[in-house]
């Protein structure tokens, strides 16, 4: 069987759920070879814990010796573009935690440090890989409830009100549009593509960061999409797709492992379909990188630069109406 190697940068809980799903893949065996941290100690017990042979705190000697076939950065986002571009200009591929970066100006520039060193790079938005997006792309495809005419989306977490935490410190990416309002923006893109028009709403903290936000896309005549994100307040976290004949309802957690997917059509038919599948379901996008870098690929067809592109340029969009700002946006 095939190995493939991983390099993590950032080993923190998102890396140890990454590390743990890298077992569920049948396709080829798939093992931690090297970890970064800021912290060589929490490095050094990463690595123990993954049987990882190599460990560093400096990021100049992990791209030249880490030794991986590519690299899980899974860091605060304020961090994602400067260690992007460090292991694409030695030629590592990467899989970046979501969102890819800060704003549209980084996320170009790690595109074309892709491009120019022809290195395979995908955001790690982990959930288009689940076979629940999987199934309700199905649905959509089979016309099961026509042509979409609007869809609505929440994600939240209300999260303990510590100003120095990732949630709420810029300095940190905190605000819930970027951490949370990112998955029913994708779920938008995804169905309906780059919105025509945009109006959004946001309570800011004293730091300029949202606490909760919302929007309203337009699409012209062919739908429109309702979104919206906290970190203040629980909303159902659940995602509904309107169409001209029937509905589909993804329960809660609707971005994670939802109990089920319904289908309603309006004449009162209904079919559930439940959702079930081993680990957390970050396998699936690692398998997807494998396979992609297997093929010699520089992106994912399925989640290429320009979504990645598109779906920034929509995030700045609203922090541009809402005023959400970061010390990255003055660069």
């Given at each position: 069987m095939d190995t493939f190697t991983w390099g993590i940068i950032g080993p923190g809980n998102i890396a140890t759920e990454f590390a743990h799903d890298l077992d569920?893949?049948?396709?080829?065996r798939h093992r931690i070879g090297a970890v970064l941290?800021?912290?060589?100690?929490k490095a050094a017990a990463f690595a123990e814990k993954e049987d990882a042979p190599r460990y560093f705190e400096d990021i100049g000697d992990f791209v030249k010796?880490?030794?991986?076939?590519?690299v899980y950065i899974a860091t605060p986002?304020?961090?994602h573009h400067q260690e992007t571009l460090r292991c694409l200009q030695h030629k590592l591929p990467v899989l970046c935690e979501k969102p890819l970066a800060m704003n549209s100006r980084e996320v170009n520039e790690m595109v074309d440090a892709a491009t120019k060193n022809q290195t395979f790079l995908m955001e790690g938005m982990w959930i288009r890989f689940l076979p629940s997006i999987g199934k309700v792309l199905s649905l959509l495809e089979s016309k099961a409830i026509g042509k979409i005419i609007s869809l609505k989306a929440d994600m939240s977490y209300k999260a303990p009100h510590d100003p120095e935490s990732r949630y709420f410190?810029?300095?940190l990416g905190g605000g819930s549009l970027l951490d949370l309002g990112i998955y029913p923006v994708f779920l938008t893109h995804l169905l309906l593509g780059k919105p025509t028009m945009i109006k959004a709403t946001a309570r800011l903290s004293d730091q300029h960061i949202d606490e909760s936000c919302a929007a309203v896309f337009s699409y012209g005549n062919q739908g429109y999409a309702l979104?919206?994100?906290?970190?203040?307040t629980q909303t159902e976290r659940t995602a509904t797709i309107y169409g001209e004949?029937?509905?589909?309802?993804?329960?809660?957690?609707?971005?994670?492992?939802?109990?089920?997917?319904?289908?309603?059509i309006y004449d009162g038919s209904q079919i559930e379909y439940?959702?079930?599948w081993e680990g957390h379901g970050l396998q699936y996008e690692a398998e997807e990188v494998y396979h992609c870098i297997k093929q010699g690929k520089l992106y994912s067809d399925k989640l290429c630069h320009q979504f990645s592109l598109d779906l920034m340029a929509t995030l700045d969009a609203i922090r541009r109406q809402t005023h959400i700002t970061y010390p990255a946006d003055k660069k």
């Open positions: 569920q893949i049948k396709s080829a941290s800021h912290s060589l100690e010796q880490a030794g991986v076939d590519a986002h304020p961090l410190n810029p300095s979104i919206e994100s906290s970190l203040v004949t029937g509905r589909i309802h993804i329960a809660t957690p609707w971005n994670e492992r939802p109990d089920r997917i319904t289908v309603t439940p959702c079930e």
